[in-house]
């Protein structure tokens, strides 16, 4: 295991001369980040059964006093000593939020609770309840829970909170926003359908890979690093839709008005209006930071007009009356016109990105080039919620280009260009191995991180067991890594650095596509994950054609589906269809299982009480087209 190594006097200067850029005297954050601190949390915090699931300990080096030091970007190293404040906070007069990683905010209404966001894990969710009750004495029942969006991190903890029942039962709406089908499907689509793909991305850019340390993983920007070593995720789809601005509820005896906003941080998202406490949330469309346009853990590109249309929206709507803005990450802004000063200059951030980029599209710049030199204007550029503690304006920039004009840079020699692995194998044949090595070495010395990360590519893509060529671009990887403001750059960098010298990271790989959330997936989306599932060439070569009837029960009428494959395609619509060669009923968690596990099918049939008609060796022969995903897969090579 080769350690991480120092700074070089390249970067460490870098990293000094940065603080230049930069609003360090301006600390009002610290202070922000603490008002109405209750409690803290316990340094170490387990499940119910001894899982350790947050180590204050791990990032107990991050103090207000510590020197940045210059393996961290001076911007990052301040966020993530404000991100340390954590605990149960009282925003204000019947607003409370438990902040861990990813936050529970409790709306303490005269009839009862209402949760808006649960946080991502169903234990830190129950034990930031229990924090609460314990410190405030509240024991009022919760009576509503508000997704504000459809990332697992905003409901995944929703067990923790209240029983499942209690939804079913009609007892405890749960409100979110867009159309039930809309919100599951993008909830479950970007989390589940892509899941192994974006686990494997996050395990980079979030830095969860890395060891908790000032060569490593300092925060994530939204919040700090000292949670997420360990998940548990569930999923509740919502049951009372929220699809147009103004639309109103009484939740615990309080009025909630909402601002229908999609197409932004997430394809689902709205912000809501407390009139009783004159409070204020826009979600994740207002944060601490500048947000994704593109997140690079992978995920639809955003629309960053939207952005700042919504959030003037909301001045209009509201800036008139707004005491207090409170987020799902991050930490509340108090007083009217220190909300309206952020929300207008988080609108005027996204306003230029969107604006800018087009600009320079129109100009005929590739979207590279535009971020290259595009920066903010100085005022809101210099502004801390700003600046660029999730998104990067140069990846969102880029994802500007991406949403309007597609993948395509305009350039033709990218429209078939040669396999990475093809390009750097003749890039090899023609330079020569030991010219590229002394090029990438003398890069590094003279502190050229880029261009050494490019150059050696082509030895590492040439051949991956190149031990030298890992090795200096690892080296190269890791300064730009401490040099990078970005903390998902900062981690896939790292990340990359880590795996070339110590081979692919397993350890702190997380997982969205947990087993509650594919179990309360709609039908129709369960059948799309079969889809994806089907490796279609074997199948089509195979000259697989078979048909298979489901009825799904157990959810008031039976729901009959039938699903076929046919030419290496996998299709399935509603009802049932005749030359069926097997009819399977059951439960929708026992029948996806079956679906997703084709080959323990026998098993599970006899085990789930499945009911089973006609030939069960098609499920078989299904089982032989049917890949797993690898959550390992290479990124840093071929
Ligand atoms: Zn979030």
């Known amino acids: 295991?080769?350690?991480?190594?120092?700074?070089?006097?390249?970067?460490?200067?870098?990293?000094?001369?940065?603080?230049?850029?930069?609003?360090?005297?301006?600390?009002?954050?610290?202070?922000?980040?603490?008002?109405?601190?209750?409690?803290?949390?316990?340094?170490?915090?387990?499940?119910?059964?001894?899982?350790?699931?947050?180590?204050?300990?791990?990032?107990?080096?991050?103090?207000?006093d510590a020197p940045c030091p210059d393996t961290v970007n001076p911007a990052l190293w301040r966020q993530s000593q404000v991100l340390r404040r954590q605990g149960l906070f009282k925003v204000v007069d019947g607003l409370y939020q438990v902040r861990i990683v990813m936050q529970v905010t409790i709306v303490d209404a005269p009839d009862g609770l209402v949760i808006i966001d649960t946080g991502d894990n169903v234990d830190l969710a129950e034990a930031s309840m229990d924090l609460f009750r314990k410190e405030t004495g509240n024991e009022k029942p919760v009576v509503a829970v508000i997704y504000t969006h459809t990332h697992f991190d905003h409901y995944g903890g929703v067990k923790g909170i209240i029983d499942e029942a209690d939804v079913l039962s009609g007892k405890i709406p749960i409100v979110a926003p867009g159309t039930i089908e809309s919100f599951n499907k993008h909830a479950i689509g970007e989390n589940v359908i892509t899941g192994n793909a974006m686990s494997r991305r996050m395990g980079y850019t979030f830095g969860v890979l890395l060891p908790r340390c000032d060569c490593g993983l300092v925060s994530v920007g939204l919040g700090s690093a000292d949670a997420g070593m360990y998940t548990n995720f569930s999923y509740i789809p919502p049951t009372d839709p929220v699809t147009k601005t103004g639309e109103k509820r009484m939740l615990g005896g309080w009025e909630f008005e909402f601002l229908y906003a999609p197409d932004t941080e997430a394809p689902e998202e709205m912000h809501i209006w407390i009139p009783a406490i004159n409070a204020l949330t826009c979600a994740e469309n207002a944060n601490h930071a500048m947000h994704n346009i593109q997140t690079i853990r992978g995920a639809r590109t955003r629309d960053a007009r939207n952005f700042a249309r919504y959030l003037d929206e909301t001045l209009v709507r509201w800036g008139d009356k707004v005491e207090v803005h409170f987020g799902p990450h991050t930490w509340p802004v108090w007083g009217n016109e220190k909300v309206i000063q952020f929300l207008e200059d988080q609108r005027d951030m996204y306003k230029f990105i969107y604006d800018?980029?087009?600009?320079?599209?129109?100009?005929?710049?590739?979207?590279?080039?535009?971020?290259?030199?595009?920066?903010?204007?100085?005022?809101?550029?210099?502004?801390?919620?700003?600046?660029?503690?999730?998104?990067?304006?140069?990846?969102?920039?880029?994802?500007?280009?991406?949403?309007?004009?597609?993948?395509?840079?305009?350039?033709?020699?990218?429209?078939?260009?040669?396999?990475?692995?093809?390009?750097?194998?003749?890039?090899?044949?023609?330079?020569?191995?030991?010219?590229?090595?002394?090029?990438?070495?003398?890069?590094?010395?003279?502190?050229?991180?880029?261009?050494?990360?490019?150059?050696?590519?082509?030895?590492?893509?040439?051949?991956?067991?190149?031990?030298?060529?890992?090795?200096?671009?690892?080296?190269?990887?890791?300064?730009?890594?401490?040099?990078?403001?970005?903390?998902?750059?900062?981690?896939?960098?790292?990340?990359?650095?880590?795996?070339?010298?110590?081979?692919?990271?397993?350890?702190?790989?997380?997982?969205?596509?947990?087993?509650?959330?594919?179990?309360?997936?709609?039908?129709?989306?369960?059948?799309?994950?079969?889809?994806?599932?089907?490796?279609?060439?074997?199948?089509?070569?195979?000259?697989?054609?078979?048909?298979?009837?489901?009825?799904?029960?157990?959810?008031?009428?039976?729901?009959?589906?039938?699903?076929?494959?046919?030419?290496?395609?996998?299709?399935?619509?509603?009802?049932?269809?005749?030359?069926?060669?097997?009819?399977?009923?059951?439960?929708?968690?026992?029948?996806?299982?079956?679906?997703?596990?084709?080959?323990?099918?026998?098993?599970?049939?006899?085990?789930?009480?499945?009911?089973?008609?006609?030939?069960?060796g098609v499920l078989t022969e299904l089982a032989k087209v049917t890949d797993t995903f690898d959550p390992h897969f290479n990124l840093i090579t071929p």
């Open 1 to 64: 295991m080769t350690e991480p190594k120092d700074a070089t006097p390249v970067t460490a200067e870098i990293n000094r001369a940065a603080v230049a850029k930069y609003a360090m005297n301006d600390r009002t954050d610290f202070t922000d980040a603490e008002r109405g601190l209750i409690a803290e949390l316990p340094e170490k915090m387990y499940t119910k059964d001894g899982q350790l699931m947050r180590d204050g300990s791990l990032t107990s080096y991050i103090t207000d």
């Open 356 to 616: 800018q980029s087009l600009r320079l599209a129109n100009q005929g710049l590739t979207p590279l080039e535009a971020a290259e030199i595009l920066d903010l204007p100085q005022d809101i550029g210099k502004k801390w919620y700003n600046r660029y503690y999730h998104g990067g304006l140069h990846h969102n920039v880029r994802a500007v280009f991406h949403k309007e004009l597609g993948f395509w840079d305009g350039d033709p020699a990218t429209i078939l260009p040669l396999l990475p692995a093809d390009n750097a194998k003749r890039h090899t044949d023609l330079i020569g191995r030991d010219k590229i090595l002394a090029t990438g070495r003398a890069a590094i010395d003279e502190g050229d991180y880029r261009w050494a990360v490019q150059i050696l590519h082509h030895l590492v893509f040439t051949d991956p067991d190149d031990s030298e060529a890992r090795d200096l671009q690892a080296d190269a990887y890791e300064q730009l890594g401490y040099q990078q403001e970005v903390p998902q750059y900062r981690g896939l960098f790292l990340c990359a650095a880590k795996e070339l010298r110590n081979g692919v990271a397993t350890e702190g790989q997380l997982n969205t596509d947990s087993l509650d959330t594919i179990l309360a997936m709609p039908i129709d989306l369960l059948f799309d994950f079969a889809g994806v599932h089907l490796n279609g060439p074997a199948a089509d070569s195979a000259g697989l054609a078979i048909r298979v009837n489901w009825t799904f029960t157990g959810t008031g009428d039976d729901q009959p589906w039938t699903m076929w494959i046919r030419g290496g395609v996998l299709n399935a619509r509603p009802g049932h269809a005749k030359g069926a060669q097997l009819t399977l009923a059951s439960s929708k968690p026992a029948l996806a299982q079956v679906l997703l596990n084709p080959s323990n099918a026998t098993e599970l049939i006899s085990q789930l009480d499945v009911d089973a008609e006609g030939d069960t």
